[in-house]
């Protein structure tokens, strides 16, 4: 057994309950700083460790490594390392600077981590289980807060509903293939064509549970509330890395166990991709709450990322993968202004609160519209590249239809990232903002900074995009 | 034919529990019809041959998790009027979903083939000469010892949750030095009182609080009264005379 695959997935648990017996033993309130501290080297080393570790199938074929987990999960650590600046400010305003919360962005991360490698159903669940069931505490944690608790409560409902669904699907899968591993399934499906209806229904129930991970339209409804409720670094997190094992999930188990299925999952993921963006786009326009609108903003987003792999090709894939690499950019970036958004001590949260913005903070209001720009998808910024490569790859498997809809849509979505924009430099000033601190400032502006110069690095994000969407058409 | 005969009689019941969780009106009832459903469900297992498992649910599902889910019940105000308020409003939709769930699930059945040779892979022993427990023991700590960690992981941050969301430092809290606490003689904290017959506790002069025994064992910052405040009963019942 090749136990060594998996070693970043155990140097992070390990150094979780490090962190976790440090911040134990230590006297309350001084065990945050450390412990971040802690994570934040953790994160670094396992990022390393990530790359550095061989490809393979492990643990009696329940773990896989290969160029595409390693991507995805480079993409999840990068999360976890900036949701963690983030909260080293924020968490004390608030009063969640509690080390358990680092241990669990921790667990979190490593559920995420798990969830991208996996082999087998069976490593699906547990992988889904560890991320999530650490989410639903972080929602809640800060328990002053009436909307962080209903933000909780929400979560974990309607989450433990689509484990439920999930779960069905699996066991509908095992009874009519008679394996939980990708393998298996994949060569069940390769030797009898013909798919047999409990197959489907297994299929169908199994995609649900993933749609609702990455908050796809029509399983959608729990995301304003729960961004809105939870604290901002939290919703930071929350907006990233589980979307992002999600969608790796999505991606491994429909290109490779179910992808002589194509033809028959390619109208479904369509459907879902078109609901997402146009609800997404129409929904926030109403919005005055900004995480609320954020949270719009990501259902539209996933609908984006998810014509990449309605095109079921290689060259989707990778659309699928660069743009969710950008979406990393925009988005950390975006909540680490309105993170920064507070004043005299109070966090603030409406759109309104922004006004002026571009004269009393330039650089900030800089940054943000940035972030603006490019989720709008304006040319040379980062957010522009992932909706062209995955268009380009839609019109390359002929869905049209889905293509000019998506356009479409995203020029209805341009309207409230811009409306931003507009608030921030031609509204009147109303009272500035507390002066940002040095973390917020530093994840703020080097997002905006990636976002800008993300065209230099296309060529070879491109190139690796590639090699990590082969990966899994073997 | 015993077994097909236990099986229909589990069976039954616990279809008819489980109908009853759900309709019946007082919450405990259904926590106990739900208790039912799963003894039945663990004697299904047993008549598949699957003791551990049967013991299992009996030990987690009916010992633990329902014993503690009727706690909750009982101790906490649930209001059904209140519950059922969105009920009518949200009776069609569930309702179209239902059926639509019904429908998939008959065409399920309906396609259910099963393979002849899985009757005969059941009745074979996993290994041989082995026990169930063991040989489910076995599987979990060789092959699948990567999920059972991972499993581990999954209850360490429910368990990091039930703390982090629960325990915190009320201003209210009293905490006692425990070994002060032991040194105490009992005549320092009892009193032996006799009373008579249709008399309270008031009319006897109300509690008294051992003043000294209190400021003595608890621990520093810990809330109690000051030592200024009134807890002399004759003080106290002057108070609420004056008051009258």
Same mark, same amino acid.
């Given at each position: ?474 | ?49 699957? #003791?551990?498992?049967?013991?299992? *649910? ?11 889910? *009727? ?113 105490? #003689? ?48 004759? #003080? ?9």
């Amino acid at each position: 057994m090749n136990w060594t695959l998996a070693i970043p997935e155990i140097a992070l648990s390990i150094s979780g309950l490090i962190i976790l017996l440090w911040g134990a033993i230590q006297k309350k309130g001084n065990a945050f700083f450390p412990c971040a501290i802690l994570s934040i080297a953790a994160f670094v080393a396992v990022g390393f460790l990530t790359l550095t570790v061989s490809n393979g199938v492990g643990y009696n074929g329940l773990f896989i490594n290969d160029e595409f987990s390693r991507y995805m999960k480079i993409l999840i650590i990068i999360a976890g390392f900036l949701s963690i600046i983030l909260s080293i400010d924020f968490n004390g305003k608030n009063d969640t600077n509690c080390f358990e919360y680092i241990a669990l962005i921790v667990f979190s991360t490593v559920g995420a981590m798990v969830m991208v490698s996996s082999n087998d159903l069976m490593t699906l669940y547990m992988g889904l289980e560890l991320s999530s069931l650490a989410l639903y505490i972080l929602c809640a944690i800060d328990r002053k807060n009436v909307f962080s608790a209903e933000s909780g409560v929400k979560y974990f409902v309607l989450g433990s509903v689509a484990s439920g669904i999930l779960l069905y699907g699996i066991s509908m899968i095992y009874g009519f293939s008679g394996g939980m591993g990708y393998s298996t399934i994949h060569q069940i499906i390769a030797s009898n064509h013909a798919l047999s209806a409990g197959f489907a229904v297994g299929l169908v129930f199994v995609l649900v549970g993933l749609c609702f991970k990455i908050s796809a339209v029509p399983f959608h409804m729990w995301t304003p509330d729960v961004y809105q409720g939870a604290p901002t670094p939290v919703t930071t997190f929350l907006s990233t890395a589980p979307k992002f094992a999600a969608f790796a999930l999505f991606l491994r188990l429909m290109i490779g166990p179910f992808g002589h299925l194509s033809p028959q999952w390619q109208l479904l993921i369509e459907v879902i991709a078109i609901l997402s963006i146009i609800i997404g786009s129409v929904g926030a326009i109403a919005q005055t709450n900004i995480k609320r609108m954020m949270a719009y903003s990501s259902i539209s987003h996933m609908g984006f990322a998810l014509v990449g792999l309605a095109a079921a090709t290689p060259d989707g894939v990778m659309g699928t993968l660069i743009y969710l690499t950008t979406y990393l950019f925009m988005n950390v970036g975006t909540f680490a202004v309105i993170a920064a958004m507070s004043r005299k001590g109070h966090v603030v949260e409406n759109i309104n609160d922004l006004a002026g913005l571009g004269k009393t903070d330039p650089g900030i209001a800089t940054a943000m519209a940035i972030f603006m720009f490019s989720m709008a998808g304006v040319p040379p910024l980062a957010g522009f590249f992932g909706k062209f490569l995955v268009f380009k790859a839609a019109l390359g498997a002929d869905l049209y239809s889905l293509t000019i809809i998506g356009l479409l849509a995203s020029a209805v979505g341009a309207f409230f990232y811009l409306r931003i924009v507009k608030i921030m430099f031609f509204d009147k000033a109303v009272e500035a903002l507390d002066q940002r601190s040095l973390s917020l400032s530093f994840v703020t502006f080097s997002m905006g900074t990636l976002t800008l110069v993300f065209m230099l690095f296309l060529s070879p994000m491109i190139q690796m995009g590639q090699i990590a969407a082969q990966s899994l058409f073997h | 034919m015993m077994p097909i005969i236990l099986f229909y009689i589990f069976a039954v019941i616990l279809l008819l529990s489980a109908v009853m969780v759900v309709i019946s009106r007082n919450s405990v009832h259904a926590a106990l019809f739900l208790v039912l459903a799963f003894c039945n469900a663990s004697g299904l297992f047993l008549i598949a041959g699957a #003791e551990f498992l049967a013991i299992l *649910l009996i030990a987690i599902y009916a010992g633990a998790v329902m014993i503690l889910f *009727l706690f909750i019940v009982m101790t906490m105000q649930t209001n059904l009027v209140q519950l059922k308020e969105g009920m009518q409003h949200y009776l069609p939709v569930g309702f179209c979903i239902a059926i639509v769930l019904v429908v998939e699930l008959i065409i399920v059945a309906i396609n259910w083939h099963i393979d002849p040779n899985v009757a005969e892979a059941a009745r074979q022993p996993l290994l041989q000469n082995m026990s169930n427990t063991k040989a489910l023991g076995s599987l979990i700590y060789t092959n699948y010892i990567f999920l059972f960690q991972m499993a581990g992981l999954v209850l360490l941050v429910a368990m990091i949750g039930a703390i982090v969301l629960t325990l915190r430092k009320r201003p209210t809290n009293r905490r006692q030095v425990v070994a002060r606490q032991h040194m105490r #003689e009992p005549n320092q904290t009892l009193e032996m009182r006799s009373v008579e017959l249709n008399k309270g506790v008031d009319d006897l002069g109300g509690y008294l609080r051992p003043k000294e025994t209190y400021y003595g064992i608890a621990q520093e910052d810990s809330f109690g009264p000051k030592p200024g405040d009134k807890m002399d009963i004759t #003080e106290k019942r002057q108070e609420r005379e004056q008051s009258k």
